[in-house]
């Protein structure tokens, strides 16, 4: 290494060395350039990273861009149902080949000097080059793919983490649901004003949800507990839903939030409450092969850019997007049954409601926390336990994305 990245390196190894577990991050990790860069190259490159959902891409050749990373990527539908994923870079002198945010193509043509590429990435034609040249060493060059239940995963790394354990939980309790053959039908995209570690520590607690989150308070019945009777009753209520989830087919083992970068839980509503709604009544058909209304919440998150939640009629899913030290975008995605039509079984806007409400609430607390760890005044502060035993009302989410997050950026050092 060079002698700046020593440095940097040598600083990020004291930071850590610093932390105290179960205290917020020092300041630099929220503010530092240089420390920005690290991430992404040993988390958004390194790792697994949430694409989109195979509906936008149903056809053979349909694609869309991401850009992450300082990367653009091609997601494309190929032939036999396959996902690629390719950097949108001409193998001739590096000129972007797609320019198009989304579409359908026969193939990628680079505008600059016409080399012509397949949808399978490899090169279809390169004018005037020699006799020798051989067009098989100079395909798109690829990313690492891996769907599951229509989510799609890519990775930019030569060799990626094993992204198994997350698949098979993932699949074991959204399988039921058949989101790989839903559609989305609407969607929202945010700009926020905060690094993406904020985010993510945002929508990893509800510590802060019964003080700004109204319509997910009339929903949840987990978020405004305070007596240990209140609990009691509580754990009571999710034992006899976990019994009627059984008899559903559901899964009902939580894999909870931990230091291994992801989480499969469901949740229970209040008495009434069948979804995550305005009035807590399905506004869709039910998903998949549900058999009933009353299959609860099930949250999944997969770090460091997936969040999805599901309800019996719907799924709104999060992909977030680094894009710079003190922004984040996220596009939001919510999914019904395929078959369902529009202005007859449901309405995007009703839908969309609550979770367009909520996260205009989360941004806004997003955005104040980035103001405020900002400032030179900051300083750590320690994450809320919960109450009794009862993690889901502090923090742990948070302390664990914590813990995961150091260490990424110790591996793989060199």
């Not at 507990?225 to 509580?234: A, D, M, Y």
Request: net charge neutral; proline share 5%.
């Amino acid at each position: 290494m060079n002698n700046r990245n020593d440095r940097v390196e040598v600083r990020i190894d004291d930071l850590i060395a610093a932390h105290r577990p179960g205290w917020t991050l020092e300041r630099a990790f929220y503010n530092d350039p240089e420390i920005y860069e690290v991430e992404l190259e040993k988390i958004f490159v390194q790792g697994w990273l949430y694409a989109g959902h195979v509906s936008r891409i149903p056809g053979r050749g349909d694609f869309f861009l991401w850009e992450v990373a300082g990367e653009s990527l091609i997601i494309v539908r190929g032939d036999n149902e396959q996902v690629h994923a390719f950097l949108n870079i001409c193998r001739h002198r590096g000129t972007r080949v797609c320019q198009e945010p989304s579409g359908r193509a026969k193939s990628f043509v680079c505008s600059y000097h016409q080399w012509t590429y397949n949808i399978d990435g490899t090169l279809q034609s390169a004018r005037l080059m020699p006799a020798d040249f051989d067009k098989s060493q100079f395909g798109l060059r690829r990313a690492h793919v891996r769907v599951a239940e229509g989510l799609i995963f890519i990775s930019l790394a030569q060799d990626p983490p094993d992204l198994e354990p997350a698949l098979r939980d993932i699949k074991l309790h959204l399988e039921p649901y058949e989101l790989a053959q839903a559609k989305i039908c609407h969607t929202q995209e945010y700009d926020i004003k905060a690094n993406w570690k904020i985010v993510t520590e945002n929508f990893r607690e509800c510590y802060h949800c019964a003080g700004n989150h109204p319509a997910l308070c009339r929903l949840m019945p987990h978020i405004a507990l305070t007596s240990p009777k209140q609990i009691e009753e509580f754990q009571r209520s999710v034992a006899s839903a976990q019994t009627r989830w059984e008899k559903m087919g559901l899964a009902t083992r939580n894999v909870p939030m931990s230091a291994k970068g992801y989480h499969v839980m469901r949740f229970a509503f209040k008495e009434g409450i069948l979804t995550q709604t305005m009035d807590g009544q399905p506004t869709a058909p039910l998903l998949g092969r549900l058999t009933g209304t009353e299959a609860g919440q099930l949250a999944v998150s997969v770090s460091p850019n997936f969040w999805i939640e599901v309800s019996c009629d719907y799924a709104a899913s999060w992909r977030l997007t680094p894009d710079g030290l003190d922004r984040t975008k996220v596009r939001a995605d919510w999914a019904v049954r395929s078959d369902a039509v529009q202005g007859v079984d449901y309405d995007p806007d009703r839908v969309s409601a609550f979770w367009r409400v909520t996260l205009g609430e989360d941004w806004g607390l997003c955005e104040k926390n980035q103001a405020g760890v900002s400032c030179r005044g900051y300083q750590p502060g320690p994450y809320a336990p919960g109450v009794d035993g009862n993690s889901t009302l502090g923090e742990s989410g948070p302390q664990f994305f914590t813990e995961w997050y150091l260490r990424q950026l110790t591996r793989q050092r060199s």
